[in-house]
């Protein structure tokens, strides 16, 4: 197994709420049991440590109900 982990930056629309925020953790936790999730509900970032494709992520998101994608800086 891969154990590289790699560190994204993600605009994800949608997020209204603590609710929302959970619900983002919980998806991107699904995919990495283990990866560090920081979410700026406010500016409606989402910074991740992972070892999961950030196409993956972006996907997972998408399918509950989020957009997603993935920034640079």
């Known amino acids: 197994m891969d154990d590289t982990r790699t560190e994204l ?3 994800v629309e949608g997020m209204t709420c603590a609710g929302c925020t959970e619900a983002v ?3 991107i936790r699904r995919l ?3 990866a560090a999730v920081a979410v700026d509900l406010e500016r409606g970032r989402v910074a991740v ?3 999961a494709q950030s196409l993956a ?3 997972a998101l998408t399918k509950a109900g ?4 993935a920034m640079t800086g």
């Open 9 to 11: 930056l993600m605009r």
């Open 25 to 27: 953790r919980r998806t």
């Open 32 to 34: 990495d049991p283990e």
């Open 49 to 51: 440590t992972t070892r």
């Open 57 to 59: 992520i972006a996907d």
């Open 66 to 69: 989020y957009t997603a994608t």
